[in-house]
């Protein structure tokens, strides 16, 4: 297929007028038949990548997906495009999988959206090989690798598979795979010579910021003041904190809702849906919630939580911005999230836990960066990230600067003191608890509770003792050992004991910046993660803000969408995406050829919806 009718189909079908970066390459790849695995980051276009090439294709495109959300989300857009999609998989019931199964069998179909535990099944391998089969792609591919963050056994299966449909073409797709994930897929799949493209990780659109957590209900409040109105998720580690934070949202006025593994399966599916069609504009959630959501128009990511892994922390937040605009992701990091992360490794094989040890250093190694974000992010994937100047909005550190030194004398001697006098045989948790005078049982019965040392250090919070040993530890001043995290004094540290030197280190506590009121300055927060920081309203990127006359076609438009899509059971992103409406509300079409100027409308789209859009702009107008 030439290269200017795989551009008629993205025009013609989809309403755009140019490809992404690799976009065009993968797809030729595809449609040459060469195996392909591509890594390009979420919002990046990797949809696009077989489904040109399934318009294109005389036969069948399969896609295997672990996601039943994504699969229903799909299908709907592609429906909505006019293009014959159809799904198989276990919600489906016994009419509704007999009439997808016909249609596959008529050659109707164009794209086949399948689970990996359907494919293995013999009645559905039977019927794919009564057709022509001409590409398989695996979506999520990173699941085929025990090294990926979301292994799944079932996807192991999909190499004999293949072998059942020589002439298939492969397309391996993922958004998050390192070096040895991908070397896994490979092998896997059995890709045979496979073209192999691999986008940048970075979501240039994301602005990345960590906030040392201290009261971190009133730190989520004061973010989303400014935010009204705005989609986003919170990630919580457990069910409770859902619960609660979900009910403190809205007691403040938000639309909030919960979604976790311990709601009924109606009010989680409920929950969700509300989300979607913006009736909800806030989820607090666990993990179990975001896998296959599409939702082109979320504006921020928060986690209270530490992530387990890098990995996931880049799967959740990207999930903002997949719109290209502007979006927020807001960590908000305590050390004692990594006790909660280290107490569910107890029960994993030794290979497990020293996996997850690794990913959960590199966690913390992030979080706790005093350096360019970005670059520690992407330095995980093998990539590099090194602007000539510190961009705006990309991480809180490069707005910040550097933390200044101040003058932390009498709490490093006081720190330091403690290490000494209680052997230097402890970790930081110890050292601390000495400090602030806990009377748990070890200290009682080591004697820690009558040294000089203990209770002298309440003038701090738990997490400040910990935020101060990291950087006398970075600064030369004391030695951790890596295995157990003993802490011990350095000849540096004795000197300077001895000498009552004075010591100046990049260090403010996040107890000073919370006495002044809550919304402390940058300056004034402990270290890279930067306090209690007041989090400035965002501007999106949007011609319609340049432009009053658009915003009441704006609203006009919206009020459209949502009418065609509750008509439709769709969510209102499926009909078009915000971007599309800012794009009629800017331009005004007044006929039906100006709509295939717009960005996302293609001929089946004016054709099905045009009359609606020239009567709201009209109308908006008027």
Same mark, same amino acid.
């Given at each position: ?7 008629? +189909? ?10 992404r970066?690799?976009?065009?390459d993968i797809?030729?790849?595809v449609?040459?038949?060469?195996d392909?695995l591509?890594i390009m ?7 696009l ?6 318009l294109?294709?005389? =036969?069948?495109t ?5 996601? +039943? ?8 857009q ?5 293009i014959?999609a159809?799904?198989? %998989? ?7 999988w007999?009439?997808?199964?016909a249609?596959? /069998?008529?050659?109707?179909a ?8 359907s494919?293995v099944?013999?009645?559905v391998?039977?019927l794919?090989?009564?057709?022509r ?14 090294w *990926? ?6 996807y192991?299966?999909?190499?004999e598979?293949?072998?059942?449909f ?16 991908r070397k896994?897929? $490979? ?6 010579n496979p ?6 990780f970075?979501r240039? %659109?994301i602005?990345?910021t960590?906030? /040392? ?14 935010? #009204?109105?705005?989609?986003g998720i ?7 904190l859902?619960?609660d ?6 007691? $403040? ?8 593994? *311990?709601?009924?399966d109606?009010?989680?599916s409920?929950?969700?849906a509300?989300?979607i069609?913006?009736e909800a504009r806030?989820?607090?959630?666990t993990v179990a919630f ?11 990511v ?5 992530p387990?892994? +890098? ?5 959740e937040i ?5 719109d ?9 990091y ?6 909660k992360i280290?107490f569910f ?14 990913n959960?250093?590199a ?7 005093r ?9 995980w994937?093998?990539?590099s ?14 707005d =910040?600067?550097?933390l200044a030194d101040?003058?932390v004398?009498v709490?490093a001697?006081?720190?330091?003191s403690?290490?000494?006098r @209680? ?12 400090l602030?005078?806990s009377?748990?049982k070890?200290?009682?019965?080591? *004697?820690? %509770? ?7 250090? #309440? ?5 400040d003792?910990?935020?101060?040993? #990291? ?11 890596p295995e157990?995290?003993?802490?011990s ?6 000197? @300077?004991?001895?000498?009552r030197d004075a ?19 940058? &300056?004034?927060a402990?270290?890279?993660? $930067?306090g @209690?920081v007041?989090?400035?309203?965002k ?6 803000? &340049?432009?009053?006359?658009a ?6 438009l919206?009020?459209m ?7 439709a ?6 009909i078009?995406s915000d ?17 295939l100027?717009?960005? =996302?409308?293609g001929?089946?789209k /004016?054709?099905?919806?045009g009359?609606y859009?020239? $009567? ?5 107008? &008027?």
């Amino acid at each position: 297929m030439s290269a200017p009718s795989i551009h008629g +189909i993205l025009k013609s079908v989809f309403g755009y007028d140019s490809f992404r970066p690799m976009q065009e390459d993968i797809i030729n790849n595809v449609l040459a038949k060469r195996d392909t695995l591509a890594i390009m980051p979420t919002g990046g276009g990797k949809s696009l990548c077989y489904q040109v090439p399934a318009l294109a294709l005389p =036969g069948l495109t399969v896609v295997v997906s672990p996601l +039943i959300a994504l699969m229903e989300d799909q299908v709907s857009q592609l429906e909505a495009a006019g293009i014959d999609a159809l799904l198989l %998989n276990s919600t489906l019931d016994r009419d509704e999988w007999f009439a997808n199964t016909a249609r596959v /069998r008529s050659g109707q179909a164009k794209l086949l959206y399948i689970a990996p535990e359907s494919l293995v099944n013999p009645r559905v391998q039977e019927l794919l090989a009564s057709v022509r089969v001409d590409c398989i792609t695996i979506d999520e591919a990173h699941c085929i690798s025990e090294w *990926g963050h979301d292994f799944r056994p079932e996807y192991r299966r999909l190499a004999e598979i293949r072998q059942l449909f020589p002439h298939a073409v492969c397309l391996a797709l993922t958004a998050t795979a390192t070096a040895t994930v991908r070397k896994d897929i $490979r092998k896997n799949l059995a890709l045979e010579n496979p073209a192999e493209f691999v986008a940048s990780f970075d979501r240039p %659109n994301i602005k990345l910021t960590v906030v /040392r957590k201290s009261k971190p209900v009133h730190q989520i409040l004061d973010f989303l003041e400014p935010r #009204r109105g705005e989609c986003g998720i919170i990630y919580c580690f457990s069910r409770k904190l859902c619960d609660d934070i979900a009910a403190e949202l809205v007691a $403040r006025g938000h639309a909030a809702l919960p979604y976790h593994a *311990g709601l009924a399966d109606a009010v989680r599916s409920e929950n969700q849906a509300k989300f979607i069609a913006d009736e909800a504009r806030v989820m607090v959630a666990t993990v179990a919630f975001g896998m296959g959501i599409n939702k082109p128009n979320v504006r921020f990511v928060i986690h209270h939580d530490l992530p387990k892994s +890098i990995e996931q922390y880049y799967q959740e937040i990207g999930r903002a911005g997949r719109d290209g605009d502007p979006a927020e992701a807001l960590l908000l990091y305590g050390y004692g999230d990594t006790k909660k992360i280290e107490f569910f490794m107890e029960d994993k094989s030794a290979g497990e836990t020293r996996k997850a040890e690794d990913n959960l250093k590199a966690m913390v190694a992030y979080a706790e960066s005093r350096t360019c974000r970005r670059a520690k992010l992407l330095e995980w994937f093998g990539e590099s990230y090194a602007p000539a100047e510190p961009k705006e909005s990309c991480c809180d550190v490069c707005d =910040g600067g550097p933390l200044a030194d101040s003058d932390v004398t009498v709490p490093a001697q006081k720190f330091m003191s403690c290490v000494a006098r @209680t052997g230097q045989r402890y970790g930081t948790a110890y050292v601390a608890d000495v400090l602030l005078g806990s009377r748990q049982k070890r200290i009682i019965e080591n *004697g820690h %509770n009558k040294i000089s040392t203990w209770g002298i250090g #309440r003038d701090l919070e738990k997490d400040d003792w910990f935020e101060l040993a #990291r950087v006398l530890t970075e600064a030369g001043y004391l030695r951790k050992e890596p295995e157990y995290g003993v802490l011990s004094l350095t000849s540096l540290a004795r000197e @300077t004991l001895a000498a009552r030197d004075a010591i100046s280190l990049p260090f403010a506590p996040a107890t000073a910046a919370m006495a002044k009121g809550g919304n402390a300055s940058a &300056e004034s927060a402990p270290d890279g993660s $930067r306090g @209690t920081v007041k989090f400035p309203k965002k501007t999106r990127a949007s011609a319609v803000a &340049e432009d009053p006359a658009a915003a009441p076609i704006l609203a006009a438009l919206k009020a459209m969408r949502r009418a065609l899509a509750e008509a439709a059971s769709v969510p209102p992103y499926v009909i078009f995406s915000d971007r599309t409406l800012e794009d009629i509300a800017v331009r005004r079409p007044s006929t039906g050829d100006d709509l295939l100027g717009v960005y =996302g409308i293609g001929e089946v789209k /004016r054709e099905r919806y045009g009359e609606y859009i020239l $009567r709201a702009v009209k109308e908006a107008t &008027e």
